[in-house]
Antibody
Framework: QVQLVQSGAEVKKPGASVKLSCEAS????????IHWVRQAPGQGLEWVGI????????TYAQKFQGRVTMTSDTATSTVYMELSSLRSEDTAVYYC????????????WGQGTLVTVS | EIVLTQSPGTLSLSPGERATLSCRAS???????LAWYQQKPGQAPRLLIY???SRATGIPDRFSGSGSGTDFTLTISRLEPEDFAVYYC?????????FGQGTKVELK
């Protein structure tokens, strides 16, 4: 069965960086793009960006340009998202999600990783 | 960027009642690239509807989606206790992907 398993909660100081992981299993890793979405406490969903695990090409939301880097490791079927220059407003649950075939919706989600900046 | 506006913000209903949720886009959504997700507290979102009206795998038929262009609707025909949650619409036809602000369906 398809699974996306994310790394554990993080607590960071303002100005620091955080690198989150999302390990995929149950499908061919290189065949599906992965998105990152975040959700601040009590708030809605915010798209961060997308990575093609096969070629490594990425597209980031304008808001995060210059602060976010997404990478993939095909050997371990894992994608990573690094966010730098953290501020308190970055406190959120970060989800990875698989994009279904083509230009599709997000059909499988990770369990989320809470990042606290304080 | 396509901005999605959901209404109402909160819907207070009883089990067995019909829920009608609205999602309006700031410009026409290409190829009906509109999805609906359900999110319960402490859980990741779950895909319900894609292509505006197609149910995702395993989604009960009491959930239905309709609409095109800029106006979309999610209908839950008869609310079950497990349906009380927050629902988000999403545009996925290009970047940036965008989400509506959510509609909370709460127990009356």
């Amino acid at each position: 069965q398809v699974q996306l398993v994310q790394s554990g909660a993080e607590v960071k100081k303002p100005g620091a960086s955080v690198k989150l992981s999302c390990e995929a299993s149950g499908y061919t890793f290189t065949n599906y793009y992965i998105h990152w979405v975040r959700q601040a406490p009590g708030q809605g969903l915010e798209w961060v960006g997308i990575i093609n695990p096969s070629g490594g090409d990425t597209t980031y939301a304008q808001k995060f340009q210059g602060r976010v880097t997404m990478t993939s490791d095909t050997a371990t079927s894992t994608v990573y998202m690094e966010l730098s220059s953290l501020r308190s407003e970055d406190t959120a649950v970060y989800y990875c999600a698989r994009m279904s075939h083509g230009l599709g919706p997000f059909d499988y989600w990770g369990q989320g990783t809470l990042v606290t900046v304080s | 960027e396509i901005v999605l506006t959901q209404s109402p913000g909160t819907l207070s209903l009883s089990p067995g009642e019909r829920a009608t949720l609205s999602c309006r886009a700031s410009q026409s959504v290409s190829s009906n690239s509109l999805a609906w997700y359900q999110q319960k507290p402490g859980q990741a979102p779950r895909l319900l509807i894609y292509g505006a009206s197609s149910r995702a795998t395993g989604i009960p038929d009491r959930f239905s989606g309709s609409g095109s262009g800029t106006d979309f609707t999610l209908t839950i025909s008869r609310l079950e206790p497990e349906d009380f949650a927050v629902y988000y619409c999403q545009y996925y036809g290009g970047s940036p992907r965008t989400f509506g602000q959510g509609t909370k369906v709460e127990l009356k």
